[in-house]
């Protein structure tokens, strides 16, 4: 069972250089619920699922991650996170197969699944011995979803999770994310609807400029 993360954002800013990119965030989110983070493209939505990852610190403000009301330290959160984005590369000299045990052996799948089932979940049985640099951009696409979503991870964030799906592709994505919201804290950061119509609450990233 995936433990019940909050996370809580006190006047939280990020600068680049001489440029703020955002401003005074004060916000939380808590387990069960989605979140879609919303503006137009370079208004900052990656940068604030890279800070809510814990890959970036805030310029400004604090962001508070607990269990149970128990704060977890920085170097506790990465365990708790699982990502899927455009600027995370999967290792192409890998196989599907190697890929998916590599990543088991630091993030077990939801329901202890085997990497098997992963596969299948999938459907690259015929792939699975092929290194993912031969795949096509929407499998590869198929692949980091699989890894963010099935893993047990409190905090999942996905930015533009249907880049270079087809319309099957969309259609299994959302039967994915759909079986996997249960306790976790769920951003989705997109411009796109059918990425986030699940999402119960929307955040405009443009309120914070």
Not at 51 to 60: C, R
Not at 93 to 106: C, G, N, Y
Request: hydrophobic share 40%; proline share 3%; net charge neutral.
């Amino acid at each position: 069972m995936l433990a019940p993360v909050e996370i809580k954002l006190h006047k939280v800013s990020k600068k680049y250089r001489f440029e703020w990119i955002l401003k005074n965030i004060s916000t939380t989110f808590s387990a069960g619920n989605q979140y879609a983070i919303l503006g137009p493209n370079g208004s900052g939505k990656s940068t604030f699922l890279k800070m809510l990852s814990g890959h970036l610190s805030p310029s400004k403000g604090e962001i508070a991650y607990s269990i149970n009301e128990n704060k977890l330290e920085l170097d506790q959160v990465y365990k708790e996170v699982s990502i899927a984005a455009p600027y995370v590369e999967l290792i192409e000299e890998f196989t599907l197969i190697e890929a998916l045990s590599f990543h088991q052996k630091f993030k077990p799948f939801i329901n202890n699944a085997s990497v098997d089932e992963m596969i299948t979940l999938l459907d690259l049985g015929k792939s699975k011995n092929k290194e993912i640099k031969y795949f096509s951009s929407g499998m590869k696409q198929r692949v980091k979803l699989v890894l963010a979503i099935c893993s047990q991870s409190s905090l999942l964030l996905l930015d533009e999770p249907t880049t270079n799906l087809d319309q099957k592709g969309i259609d299994w994505y959302l039967a994915l994310i759909q079986a996997n919201l249960k306790n976790r804290i769920t951003v989705v950061a997109s411009n796109a609807k059918v990425d986030y119509g699940f999402c119960e609450v929307q955040m405009d990233i443009m309120d914070f400029k």
